[in-house]
């Protein structure tokens, strides 16, 4: 009977563990996204520096570089379209604010000279930059303490279970 109770104990803990693990990785799924955002635009611009492509163009260039990217880098490939639907659905991987300006963003695109776009996708760029770099720390500091919680909860779930 202990070796059943040590075994379940083993399981909840693990359990515990796993739950925190998903809980840290939506965290710094969020800083992930306004990092690959500031990706996307600084290829965007690098693109409208030396040629003169449409936004489609330019959106069918962007590659994710990791397997792990979010949602509307992988459908941004697709053109304008494919990425403001996927910003629209999927908008559990960004804050609410840089989903926001990030859609703006793609939806005016096309609608100015080539110095405005560049002025647009420079300060969106900025923003996305700053945003990564405050989101980081807390981000890292939120994941570990989702992961601690995680293992601590499972073995208090044993000590009150046995």
């Not at 104990?9 to 990785?25: D, H, K, M, N, Q």
């Not at 710094?28 to 449409?54: G, H, K, V």
């Not at 405005?116 to 981000?139: C, H, M, N, T, V």
Request: proline fraction near 3%; hydrophobic fraction near 45%; charge should be neutral.
């Amino acid at each position: 009977m202990s070796g059943m109770v040590l075994v379940g104990s083993g399981l909840v803990i693990l359990f515990g563990a796993a739950a925190g693990r998903a809980c840290g990785e939506y965290v710094m799924a969020r800083c992930r996204a306004a990092e690959a955002a500031a990706d996307m635009l600084e290829s965007m611009l690098l693109m409208l520096c030396y040629e003169q492509p449409t936004v489609d163009e330019m959106l069918s260039r962007i590659t994710p570089l990791t397997g792990n990217a979010p949602a509307f880098m992988r459908s941004a490939c697709g053109g304008r379209q494919a990425l403001l639907d996927s910003l629209r659905e999927d908008c559990g991987e960004m804050y609410e604010p840089d989903r926001i300006r990030l859609e703006t963003l793609v939806r005016e695109l096309g609608s100015a000279d080539k110095q405005s776009e560049q002025q647009r996708i420079s300060s969106a760029l900025e923003y996305f930059r700053g945003r990564s770099k405050a989101l980081r720390p807390k981000a890292e500091v939120s994941s570990r303490l989702c992961r601690s919680l995680g293992i601590i909860g499972g073995i208090f779930l044993v000590v009150l279970l046995v």
